[in-house]
Every structure is written in C-alpha cells, then in structure tokens.
C-alpha cells in the first residue's frame, strides 16, 4: 500500500515544562519523566499477538504455551536510568555540551486491513503470542524502564525484527507513550516490508544529510491507528552501508528529547560490528533467540560480545517459521 502524505506536514518538537503522562500498567514501577508532551492523543490500538510468557522470578517462563520467554538479566534498576526522579540516559552528551531535540515531519502511513502475520499485536485474534509481547514491555517496565532499547540476536533469523516490531507497538497502543521504532539493521532492512510501505525518506540517506545538517527535519512514518512513528530502511538497503557511529549517536539523543521509548532493530552480534556501536548509545539490550534455531555457543558468544550491564534479558522465540 502507497503511503498517504499530507502537504501541510507538522513538525513536533519538545515542549519544555508538559505534565508527563501517567504510568501505562497500574502495576509498572514509574521510570522517569516522558521528555515531551504527547504529539497528539493515539487511539489504542485494538490488537493482540505474538511472544513472552515471562515468570516473575529471574529465570524462564514455565508455561508451556509461551512462544517467548523473557529472562530477566537483574532486579536492581542501572545507574543510568533514574537519579533522584530525573533520567540519566545512555544518550546524553557529555558535559557541559547541549543537544537540540529533533525537529520531526510526520508522513503517515494507514494499516490495511489484513497485516502481516509476523505483526502479532495487530492480529484481531487474542492470542499468546500476543500477551508475550504485553509482558515483555511490562517485565521491561517494571525492572530499569530502559527509554532506548536495542533489540538484537547472535546470528541472522533469528526473530529480532518480529521482536522489535511487536514490542514498539506494544509500548505505543495505549496511546499514552510517544514510541519511536527505528531500523538500525542497514545490511538486512525487513521493517517496511513488514508494515507495507515505502518511507516517504530512507533512514539512511536521512543519516547521511545529517552528517552536514543536523537541524534538518527527520521525516518518520506515522503507522496509524496505532500511532506508532518508524523510522526506517527502504527495501532492498544496501549491502555497503556502514553506519557512522558519531552521527548514529547524536541522533539517538536528539530523537529521546521527542519520544518517550526508541525501540531499535538491530544487527545479529556476530555478523555486523555496528551492534557494538549501537549499544553504547541505549539503555538496555534484548537479546533473541530462536528455540531449536540458536546454539548455546553462539548465543554465549554473542552474550560475551555484549556489555553485561547492558543487557536487560533474553528473549526466546519458538521455532515455527514467520
């Protein structure tokens, strides 16, 4: 499906001084202030779908019928989350140095009516799958309330652009969060085609002008009726493309002055360097394994590769093809 665009465009930005929306789960431990005010009120989304069943405890889920097992990695909240109620994040510049909030163009985009099947949240059948993704997002919440998340895995197929999809979109449907998803797989992009449509602006040519024009708008696409803002990859990408990691950085920053969550999807660990340049930059990783597809070495390798403060758990897909 083509996507819609409007020819008078808004451009959002940060509002200094708005009220924070409350907390979207009752039960949810409160992270810090939303940076922004709410670009507009979403409707929820009336969905239901794909993932996690994870247990209370630091250990995997013990329902059977879970496609997706969370772990969490630990209890304790990181250093770089919340000090004294103000976010402390990953993506902050160094001292004494001030980042501008991204200046944002919206270029909307409407679901059809039968998405694909790897969108699980959106699926109008309630289903495990679904309710996974759901206590995922609020296993998340609940531990660090990490704002910048790069979900990732140890090799190709993984199920980390099922995951990154569906967990964006589980933290958006309520309406009360401003959630950016953002491809950073440059080499293997799968996110328009999941979604079905063509970025009004690639993400990487969007990079590449921000290299000589850091105030220039960023064009991002509005999934509605989820509300849902992504920022990705044209298909087919390029399979030369390497990601600056200084331009990478300070965009993640200017862009967590707008939104309240970025969710990235990421490169495997053991096939692309960036994902070590990426991590630097977030607040936590989610590392995905496929069951019956992941080897215990190489899921080790990938867990040694990456900063053990870092990661904030494992999640494990079944094994059923999406």
Sequence with gaps: MAEQRSDNTPIYGYRPGAQAPSSESSQAVPGPPPRGSPLREQPAAETSSETTNPSKGAGP?????????????????????????????????????EVAPARIMVSRFTLP???????SVLQPEATTRAAGFRALR?????????????????????????????????????????????????????????FGFQPGRCLLAQLAMHREQIETPWVVTEIQPVGLHALV?????????????PTFSASLARWSLVYDYLVLDGPSVLTSADTSII????????????????????????????????????????????
């Design 138 to 194: 609020h296993r998340l919440t609940e531990q660090k309330d990490p704002r910048a998340i790069l979900v990732t895995s140890a090799e190709d197929g993984e199920g980390k652009t099922s995951c990154a999809a569906n967990l964006a979109l589980a933290l958006a449907e309520s309406g009360r969060h401003k959630v950016l998803l953002v491809e950073a797989n440059l080499r293997r992009p799968r996110l328009a085609s999941i």
């Design 233 to 245: 990859i044209a298909p087919g990408g390029s399979a030369n493309a390497v990601l600056h990691g």
């Design 113 to 119: 009516a039968k998405v694909d099947p790897h969108l």
């Design 279 to 322: 991590q630097d930059s977030v607040d936590a990783v989610v590392l995905v394994a496929r069951s019956g597809v992941a080897r215990n070495r190489t899921v080790r390798h990938a867990l040694n590769q990456l900063s053990a403060d870092s990661v904030a758990g494992l999640v494990l897909m079944d094994s059923r093809a999406y």
């Design 61 to 97: 889920a013990a329902c059977s019928t879970a496609v997706v097992q969370a772990v969490a990695a630990t209890e304790q909240r990181s250093a770089n989350v919340a000090v004294g109620g103000q976010a402390t994040r990953a993506t902050q510049p160094p001292a004494g140095r």
